[in-house]
């Protein structure tokens, strides 16, 4: 006796569109938004960043000095890669944005690339768009397609910017060496989207992809790192990184390296096309024990286990931020140089008005600045993570037993919190060894202050995402990294404009002492975690009575 | 006593849309309540909210008299929830996982989480992404029986499975009710339902149409009547009451509601050679319920 499906709904007409093409117009809707929200992001810091300086360097004059000023410093050029003629608006936006752009978009498509081609699979979703008949190979394209049109819109909202950069005063730049500049700059992004989808297909769930990708993308980075800052300049050659640096796209452009790159981006498409039909749903390439003996530590309450499933996310950041404050703390003493020389103050105006204090610290408060920045991408990225395991229905597996929903969230908060101090704290240190590494002699004593300062901002961070998670759950990521995003995007204005005071007290950072540059202001940051905490509660309180939703 | 579950006036708008009416059903301890309804129809909404997954827009639910809303953990604490398709994680094998979940719940029977293991051929030795949907659904089946709770609630639950274990299924949710567990079981596969379940309640477009035992609800439908004559058999659409009326050859075959004299003084009239008349099936119920509404039957199975 058959059963009899008693469904009388149709299926989706949504759906019988064209079941081929499914894949694709759902990654496409996916990626579209975050590459507009960082599209935005960056095309708002160039032209903020671009309109001081033409501001701040009217005339030839200012600029030379400038150059001068900056011409050759090892520190400076580690971080930006190599400054070429930065008494020209060209030059400037080439030394500040190419590097620094290139490697934001990387991680970007990073994230994105493993997400769709993993992270859809690990939540069963792939199999959904397998099933509109379609093969992996073809399914593989369409995410290609998807994901395409998400670098594509990037690239259109950044070459506006670029655009209208070359429209302000004397920018002395046309428009096709900008169209060309906004391609070097989104380069970065294309070259790792194929990466993180390689390495999607080799290894069998996406924290490990994502962990590879990471592993690559660092790797690339510190041999140009290398190559900008010592003799070795030739090491540019070996890193698809180093060749964004070579298109030179503002100055002698040399396009034909677009070649490699381009080379670069489609043998991996295609090896990662190649390798999807290669692999089993749910399989890795790199083939991974699919039993295991079973292994139950960590695997006794759900805390426990939220830190037994996100331990390599956990220790990666950590790395990461201590690898930063680290870099930074053994670049302060060449920096300091560039810092104490009054040409630049203008620019880094905020960090000026502490101009009694020593140019090193001064540097590293500018550096501790940075490191909080890390520290709070952490949060909201470990925000979007808690989110996810609701809307992935992971969070049903725990809600749907004897546990009641606040005890989880606190867990899930606790966790964040205690990851927030630790990196605070390694930050410090890590500095500390850093700049003692090269005998600059500031008291560790010091910088774990400057580090306990950070604590406070990056936790009102995470009253706001929590805040967000209660109230709109969708908005959760968006709102924490939109938080981060606009204080970042204020603090960086009024380094080289005179802005609203308002305005400029929206921003999470500009309320934060420049430790260890001045003294912290230990009642500002009670007064931070005050409303973190506030908005924290609110959050939860809503979180307890919504509904759980999925996206 | 308090039923195993009671809700009352329990509602779900989203919106302006009603996805479930004022709902009021109690479950008596001890019984199988089937919950059945085509797609769409209301029965995840009910049971998520009966859960407290979703906040009703009104009414309450109780399990055991405990208030799922007020009382969530220890309503949680007397039941175990079979969903119709979970997320686990991937990396995790299907007896670590069963091994979190055991530990979420509390306390668990060991020993008949070895049999279930057993029973259902599950290997929980792979890791959870290398499992087929069947076999993800075979976690979510073992770990809430192994929890012997006095109340299953279940959505769906053999959705994925061959019909082996769906088998297998069947003998548990039998085995937990003689051992005076309660199933509250959502489905929308008739067969399962009509071998399982002590009372039925039909849910469509949110509201309950239905809810009595299946011989309570036979009288719903029409009676299937077949006669067979020696020449042109008589016409019987004009009679009350009759309808789907199709003759083959010397073949009649037609179905009633109401009163049956009338049809079988014509039948009779007729000179009838063989006469049958039955009882409907639980999916001629079901057709009659829906008659008018479309049937997919591009589902599997
Ligand atoms: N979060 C939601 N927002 C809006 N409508 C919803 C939501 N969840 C379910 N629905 C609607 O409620 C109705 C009942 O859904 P559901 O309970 O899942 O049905 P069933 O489980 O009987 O197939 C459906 O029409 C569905 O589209
Ligand atoms: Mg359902």
């Known amino acids: 006796m058959s059963a009899l499906p008693l469904n009388a709904a149709e299926p989706p007409a949504k759906l019988l569109r064209s079941p081929k093409t499914t894949a694709g117009r759902f990654i496409a809707k996916r990626t579209l938004r975050s590459s507009l929200i960082l599209g935005v992001i960056l095309s708002l810091y160039m032209l903020i960043k671009a309109s001081s300086y033409i501001k701040a360097y009217p005339s030839e004059i200012a600029r030379q000095k400038l150059a001068e000023s900056l011409g050759g410093n090892v520190g400076i050029e580690a971080l930006l890669g190599v400054a070429h003629r930065i008494d020209t608006v060209s030059g400037y936006l080439t030394w500040n944005f190419l590097c620094l752009i290139a490697a934001t978009g990387a991680i970007w498509a990073l994230v994105v690339a493993t997400k769709t081609f993993r992270g859809e699979e690990d939540a069963g979703r792939w199999e959904l768009f397998l099933a509109g008949q379609t093969t992996p190979r073809r399914a593989a394209i369409n995410a290609f397609a998807g994901l395409a049109s998400g670098l594509l819109l990037l690239y259109i909202v950044i070459a506006l910017a670029v655009l209208s950069i070359g429209r302000l005063n004397n920018a002395g730049f046309s428009d096709s060496a900008g169209l060309f500049f906004s391609l070097s700059l989104v380069a970065g992004a294309a070259e790792f989207m194929a990466v993180g989808a390689v390495a999607s297909q080799l290894m069998p769930v996406r924290s490990r992809a994502a962990g590879v990708s990471a592993a690559v993308f660092g790797l690339f980075y510190m041999v140009r790192l290398i190559a900008d800052s010592t003799t070795a300049h030739w090491l540019l050659?070996?890193?698809?990184?180093?060749?964004?640096?070579?298109?030179?796209?503002?100055?002698?452009?040399?396009?034909?390296?677009?070649?490699?790159?381009?080379?670069?981006?489609?043998?991996?498409?295609?090896?990662?096309?190649?390798?999807?039909?290669?692999?089993?749903?749910?399989?890795?390439?790199?083939?991974?024990?699919?039993?295991?003996?079973?292994?139950?530590?960590?695997?006794?309450?759900?805390?426990?286990?939220?830190?037994?499933?996100?331990?390599?996310?956990?220790?990666?950041?950590?790395?990461?931020?201590?690898?930063?404050?680290?870099?930074?703390?053994?670049?302060?003493?060449?920096?300091?140089?560039?810092?104490?020389?009054?040409?630049?103050?203008?620019?880094?105006?905020?960090?000026?008005?502490?101009?009694?204090?020593?140019?090193?610290?001064?540097?590293?408060?500018?550096?501790?600045?940075?490191?909080?920045?890390?520290?709070?991408?952490?949060?909201?990225?470990?925000?979007?993570?808690?989110?996810?395991?609701?809307?992935?229905?992971?969070?049903?597996?725990?809600?749907?037993?004897?546990?009641?929903?606040?005890?989880?969230?606190?867990?899930?908060?606790?966790?964040?919190v205690l990851g927030v101090i630790v990196a605070c704290l390694i930050s410090a240190v890590a500095a500390w060894a850093g700049e003692a590494s090269q005998h600059v002699g500031?008291?560790?004593?010091?910088?774990?202050?400057?580090?306990?300062?950070?604590?406070?901002?990056?936790?009102?961070?995470?009253?706001?995402?929590?805040?967000?998670?209660?109230?709109?759950?969708?908005?959760?990521?968006?709102?924490?990294?939109?938080?981060?995003?606009?204080?970042?995007?204020?603090?960086?204005?009024?380094?080289?404009?005179?802005?609203?005071?308002?305005?400029?007290?929206?921003?999470?950072?500009?309320?934060?002492?420049?430790?260890?540059?001045?003294?912290?202001?230990?009642?500002?940051?009670?007064?931070l975690l005050i409303v973190g905490l506030v908005l924290g509660v609110i959050g939860a309180v809503r979180f307890n009575q919504r509904d759980l939703q999925g996206d | 006593?308090?039923?195993?579950?009671?809700?009352?006036?329990?509602?779900?708008?989203?919106?302006?849309?009603?996805?479930?009416?004022?709902?009021?059903?109690?479950?008596?301890?001890?019984?199988?309540?089937?919950?059945?309804?085509?797609?769409?129809?209301?029965?995840?909404?009910?049971?998520?909210?009966?859960?407290?997954?979703?906040?009703?827009?009104?009414?309450?639910?109780?399990?055991?008299?405990?208030?799922?809303?007020?009382?969530?953990?220890?309503?949680?604490?007397?039941?175990?929830?079979?969903?119709?398709?979970?997320?686990?994680?991937?990396?995790?094998?299907?007896?670590?996982?069963?091994?979190?979940?055991?530990?979420?719940?509390?306390?668990?029977?060991?020993?008949?989480?070895?049999?279930?293991?057993?029973?259902?051929?599950?290997?929980?030795?792979?890791?959870?992404?290398?499992?087929?949907?069947?076999?993800?659904?075979?976690?979510?089946?073992?770990?809430?029986?192994?929890?012997?709770?006095?109340?299953?609630?279940?959505?769906?639950?053999?959705?994925?499975?061959?019909?082996?274990?769906?088998?297998?299924?069947?003998?548990?949710?039998?085995e937990a009710r003689a051992n005076g567990q309660t199933i509250f079981l959502s489905s929308h596969v008739l067969e399962e339902v009509e071998a399982l379940c002590d009372r039925i309640a039909i849910l469509r477009s949110g509201k309950l149409v239905e809810l009595g035992t299946l011989p309570q609800m036979r009288h719903l439908s029409a009676l299937s009547v077949e006669a067979t004559f020696e020449t042109k058999p008589p016409r019987v659409d004009h009679i009350k009451g009759v309808s789907n009326v199709r003759v083959i050859g010397h073949q009649l075959t037609c179905q009633i509601r109401g009163p049956i004299e009338p049809l079988l003084a014509a039948i009779i009239a007729g000179h009838p050679k063989s006469l049958l008349s039955r009882e409907p099936s639980l999916e001629e119920l079901f057709l009659s319920l829906y008659g008018g509404e479309k049937i997919n039957k591009d589902q599997p199975q």
């Open chain 2, 1 to 174: 006593m308090d039923a195993a579950i009671k809700t009352e006036g329990l509602t779900k708008r989203y919106g302006s849309f009603v996805a479930l009416a004022p709902l009021n059903i109690e479950v008596q301890k001890g019984e199988i309540l089937g919950y059945l309804g085509p797609n769409g129809a209301g029965k995840t909404t009910t049971i998520r909210s009966i859960l407290g997954l979703i906040k009703p827009s009104a009414g309450r639910a109780m399990i055991f008299g405990l208030d799922t809303q007020s009382n969530k953990v220890e309503a949680h604490q007397r039941l175990a929830y079979i969903p119709g398709e979970s997320t686990f994680w991937p990396n995790l094998t299907g007896g670590e996982t069963l091994y979190l979940l055991g530990k979420i719940n509390g306390k668990i029977d060991k020993k008949y989480m070895t049999e279930l293991i057993k029973k259902f051929q599950f290997d929980p030795t792979k890791k959870v992404r290398t499992y087929s949907k069947g076999n993800r659904q075979k976690i979510n089946i073992i770990a809430a029986f192994m929890t012997r709770a006095d109340l299953l609630i279940m959505d769906e639950p053999t959705s994925g499975l061959d019909p082996i274990m769906e088998q297998a299924f069947k003998e548990c949710a039998l």
């Open chain 1, 237 to 416: 050659n070996f890193s698809p990184l180093g060749w964004i640096e070579r298109l030179q796209p503002m100055y002698n452009a040399r396009p034909m390296w677009l070649l490699p790159i381009g080379g670069f981006v489609i043998v991996l498409i295609a090896t990662a096309v190649w390798l999807a039909g290669r692999r089993d749903l749910y399989e890795g390439i790199v083939a991974d024990k699919d039993t295991a003996t079973p292994k139950t530590s960590l695997l006794h309450s759900p805390l426990a286990a939220v830190l037994r499933l996100n331990c390599t996310v956990i220790a990666g950041w950590l790395a990461a931020v201590a690898a930063i404050a680290f870099l930074y703390g053994e670049l302060a003493k060449s920096a300091a140089q560039i810092v104490d020389s009054a040409s630049v103050k203008p620019l880094l105006s905020r960090l000026a008005q502490s101009a009694h204090t020593q140019a090193v610290l001064t540097f590293l408060g500018f550096t501790f600045f940075f490191v909080t920045l890390v520290i709070m991408v952490y949060v909201a990225n470990a925000l979007g993570r808690m989110r996810s395991d609701e809307a992935n229905g992971y969070l049903d597996n725990f809600l749907v037993r004897p546990l009641s929903r606040l005890r989880w969230l606190s867990g899930r908060v606790l966790l964040i």
């Open chain 1, 442 to 527: 500031v008291s560790i004593r010091t910088l774990l202050l400057a580090g306990a300062n950070n604590i406070a901002p990056t936790l009102l961070v995470l009253g706001i995402g929590v805040f967000a998670y209660g109230i709109i759950p969708r908005l959760t990521s968006l709102l924490a990294y939109g938080a981060i995003g606009w204080s970042f995007l204020v603090t960086m204005l009024s380094s080289g404009l005179n802005i609203n005071h308002w305005l400029l007290d929206t921003s999470i950072f500009h309320q934060v002492a420049l430790a260890p540059a001045v003294n912290a202001n230990w009642s500002t940051d009670a007064v």
